[in-house]
């Protein structure tokens, strides 16, 4: 099993091999579709695939011969078919380069899109491609030990000026996925300004952590022990957020990818803490 997660500068792609150890650098592995990858190195259990197409016969081979990546948990149960290409597919997807989707815009659809806009709702549209390390466990007891993988965004100087323009006329930013919210943390100045940005980010949001720019947030119920609920234990605190799981799990909410959308508004307190 290979999970492509992000090409390099010279056209290899770092990819994810199961089961790495049984392949020898230089060792060819076969797809179909006439997709071919070369194992060229390995680092930190990352592996660098030199692939024999590039271009568009690469993303159609790729298109062909790969399939759609799901979480763990859902993968297990069951095989991904073609109706995950559209089901586990953002709205707003436009380019490639996430290894999974964000999943809190999976329930979003263009029906309404246009009844958030008739009632004041604007919309700015940033980039982060998700990576792998979004979903890894936390196995350090110190959470200051643990590292993110960097990932890959953009924000246009027009949706930096957008956002900033919001917050001027007294609007409220809520970011759609912590992927988003991430990447405009990460992007904003100590003032809550964004400019133009593009480059890597590996920011760890955990509680204590002073919020610049979100004023809160939308987003699925996540795993234990994740990234990802530290940053919503951050947003709300760790007493609201066991408060809201307690809720959700008394009321059989569902988890994870497939699963319910929540909107976490925080006090003032909270966000300043």
Known sequence: EVTLLEPSSDGSWNALVKPLKKIRDGETIDFNSGLR????SRRGGIANLAFNLEGEDFDQALQQ?????LPPYIAAKRPADARDFEDYQSIWACRLGAVAAPTASLHF???????LRKAGIGFSY??????????????????????????????????????????????????????SLRLIESA???????????GATDIFIMPGYRFRIAD???????????????????LMGRKRIRDIYDYAI??????FSYGDASLLLPDGETRRH
Request: proline share 4%; hydrophobic share 40%; net charge neutral.
């Open 65 to 69: 011969a790969g399939a759609m990546p």
């Open 216 to 234: 809160a947030l939308i987003t699925n119920f996540h795993l234990p022990r994740s990234t990802l609920l530290m940053l919503v234990s951050a």
């Open 109 to 115: 659809d263009a029906e309404l899109i246009e009844r």
């Open 250 to 255: 008394a009321r059989e909410y569902r988890f």
């Open 126 to 179: 940033v980039t982060l491609h998700v990576g792998a390390g979004t979903f890894l466990p936390v196995k350090v007891e110190n959470l200051s030990d643990h590292r993110m993988h960097s990932e890959r965004g953009e924000i246009t100087a027009a949706a930096a000026h957008e956002i900033n323009e919001t917050r001027r006329a007294g609007g409220r930013i809520i970011p759609v996925g912590t992927t």
């Open 37 to 40: 990858a070369k194992l060229v």
């Open 188 to 198: 904003a100045d100590k003032s809550g300004q964004l400019s133009q940005w593009s």
